[in-house]
Every structure is written in C-alpha cells, then in structure tokens.
C-alpha cells in the first residue's frame, strides 16, 4: 500500500457493471481522490497495482463476478482495503470473505468519502486490528440485514462473533501490555 494518511489523497478503484454508477462514483470520489473505474471484473484487475489503496467492488456483475475479483485480489497479494458495495443483501457466506467493509446500495457521495476514510485510517493499523475490525465491520452488517431469529440459527453468526470476541481480546491485552510497559518505564526513567 502506497504511504497515505487519512486526510491525503487516494487511490480508489471503482467496479461496478452499470456504468452510470461507476461514472457517478467515481465524480464523487474525485473531488477528493485519484479514481480509476471499471465495468467488469477483468477490466478491474487490469487497473489493480500496488498503488490502490481503496477498492469499491460491486458483487454481482456479469462475467467475473466481485467474489471472483475479490479472490483475485487476495491471490495476488495485493495490500488494499476492499469495500463490496452492492444492492445484494449479505448472506452469511461473507464470513469467510476477505473484504474490509460492507456497503448496500443505493450508496451516497458522504457514504462513498467516509468509507475511504475509514479504510485509510484502518491500513495504518497492524494487521491484528485490521482483522478485528473487518470482522467486526460483517458482523455489523449481519446485524444490521438479519432478524435475531435469522442470526441464532447460522452458525457462521456465532463463529463471527466467537472471532470478535478473541481479536478484540487479544487487542486489549497488547493495550494492557503497553500500559504496563509504558508505567513501568515512567517508573525506571523516574
């Protein structure tokens, strides 16, 4: 990933199969960001390089569908934050999914710009809380989708939430660490 800080400029890569809204975000995202756009999977991942910070991924499209692009990506190795931004409900499949965020359409430009954000600020984080919160971000988006009823009956709800609980754990014992580092160098240096 390229050296950027939350307030600077990004390199956000826009997929979405109706050119309308690729178009349409990508004039959004302009204003603030450096944009490419794509149309299908395959264009996508011509544009993907070490230099995207950000990728706003429809999930279903024709041909290479944003699963498939999302695979991709992560088999290529390429260090980004993924966002799915499409009109699908999340099933619970998006367990297992190496994306970042979750967003449903019909998306908003200040929707568009704090997710970018948001991503940004997240790749300044090691990789442990990276992964606490995309996993916190699809819980969230379960929550949000799915009845309690829907949610008690999968296990991928409860395994999501198992893995919640343990990354948020573990990143308050590296903060517990810390503050006991941090005291007793006052101590010492004192």
């Not at 290479?64 to 499949?93: H, Y």
């Not at 367990?95 to 908003?108: N, Q, R, S």
């Not at 799915?146 to 409860?158: S, T």
Request: aromatic share 8%; charged share 35%.
């Amino acid at each position: 990933m390229q050296a950027t800080t939350h307030s600077g400029t990004a390199t956000v890569l826009v997929v979405d199969d109706e050119h309308d809204v690729a178009e349409l975000y990508t004039a959004w995202l302009g204003t603030d960001h450096d944009v490419r756009s794509a149309n299908d999977g395959e264009t996508a991942l011509e544009k993907m390089d070490d230099t995207v910070d950000v990728v706003f991924l429809d999930r279903q499209m024709p041909g290479m569908s944003g699963d498939d692009v999302l695979d991709a990506i992560e088999n290529r190795g390429l260090d980004c934050r993924v966002v799915m931004v499409t009109a699908v409900d999340p099933g619970f499949d998006i367990v297992e999914m190496p994306f970042d965020d979750y967003l449903t359409k019909p998306v908003g430009r200040e929707d568009l710009l704090a997710a970018v954000d948001e991503m940004l600020v997240r790749d300044t984080y090691d990789d442990h809380l990276k992964q606490y919160f995309a996993m916190a971000s699809k819980k969230a988006t379960l929550e949000s989708e799915k009845n309690h009823a829907e949610l008690d009956a999968h296990e991928e709800y409860h395994e999501v939430s198992r893995r919640v609980e343990e990354l948020r754990q573990r990143a308050d014992d590296a903060v517990n660490e810390f503050d006991d580092f941090e005291a007793a160098f006052r101590e010492f240096s004192g």
